[in-house]
């Protein structure tokens, strides 16, 4: 089923189409300005580092090959093994690797290439620049170096939980109930990481039950997001939004207007516990954020190592 009248008019109300020119293939990225990235600088106060990616492998979240038979699990082959070049291991050894996976199967960022509705990607570019030789506008490559403020918002700490066992739709109420219990303010550019704790299942080897049912974020969360200008949203799941959605009969509407309506960067399979607890313990929310894909040219999605610096 489309778009509800009511999803439109959200669409309409928060579209940043034409805001940073007809040619524009980075969306809300163009608000991390100069200043947003030293805002982010400032935010690195201790020097205590966090990696935000699970393990590129086998253990990572893919089961489904019936319906995504490409996107598998990291998977590695180490092709040469201590070759010498001369016959003789007592002179220059080396090992290499080449790897396989779906470029989406790990922590990733979406491209604004990855959704859209109605035949149309971000910024009124027809769906038709996406073939199978990848996308001729739109792709990943075009996100760049991508360094900003983070701002970890947790909602299971906010609702009490260590992980939910139902598809919590998370609202913008939410999102503000927790900045505001972090005692941080989100501003234009800044990166939003929302943790559910839904990792929790991964962690425990139960594939199945990470994908679904899965909290995540609501259409009722739109309108907040856009009002805060934020340049990027990753969350702990691996479908982003509540799933389940919220209207059995429309699938994945907050990927339709994020990233088609919105031009909003999206993250997932984020991993961030150690960050939450560190926050916890400190009471700092924000930090500085580099997250930039692998620039695979002319990929709807690309792995991504972010790293969180306090």
């Not at 035949?119 to 570019?125: A, C, R, S, V, Y």
């Not at 960050?275 to 930039?292: E, I, K, N, P």
């Amino acid at each position: 089923m489309p778009l509800t009248p009511e999803l439109h008019d959200l669409a309409r109300r928060v579209s940043n189409w034409g805001r940073w020119g007809a040619d524009d293939q980075r969306g809300t990225l163009n608000l991390v300005t100069d200043a947003v990235v030293m805002r982010g600088v400032a935010a690195a106060r201790r020097g205590r580092v966090f990696s935000l990616a699970i393990p590129f492998d086998q253990s990572g979240p893919q089961w489904d090959s019936k319906n995504m038979p490409e996107r598998i699990n990291p998977e590695l082959h180490t092709y040469a093994v201590n070759m010498s070049f001369t016959g003789d291991t007592a002179d220059f050894t080396t090992s290499d690797d080449s790897f396989r996976m779906g470029s989406q199967a790990a922590t990733h960022l979406d491209a604004l290439a990855h959704a859209g509705y109605e035949d149309k990607l971000w910024n009124d570019t027809p769906a038709s620049v996406v073939s199978a030789d990848g996308a001729a506008r739109l792709g990943i490559e075009h996100v760049g170096a991508l360094a900003t403020r983070g701002v970890l918002l947790d909602i299971a700490r906010l609702r009490g939980v260590d992980h939910f066992e139902e598809n919590y739709a998370i609202t913008g109420d939410d999102l503000e109930g927790a900045a505001s219990a972090a005692g941080v303010r989100v501003e234009p550019g800044d990166a939003v990481l929302v943790r559910t704790g839904q990792m929790h299942f991964l962690r425990a080897g139960d594939k199945r039950r990470y994908s679904t049912p899965a909290p995540g974020l609501s259409t009722q969360s739109i309108p907040w997001i856009r009002d805060h200008d934020v340049a990027l949203v990753a969350t702990d799941t691996i479908t982003f939004e509540v799933y389940p959605c919220e209207d059995p009969h429309i699938f994945m509407p907050v990927h339709m207007i994020h990233l088609r309506d919105m031009g909003l960067a999206q993250g997932q399979n984020w991993h961030l516990d150690d960050l939450a607890t560190d926050c916890a313990t400190d009471g700092q929310y924000d930090f500085l954020l580099v997250a930039t894909p692998l620039p695979l040219t002319g990929a709807v999605g690309a792995p991504a190592a972010p790293t969180a610096i306090k």
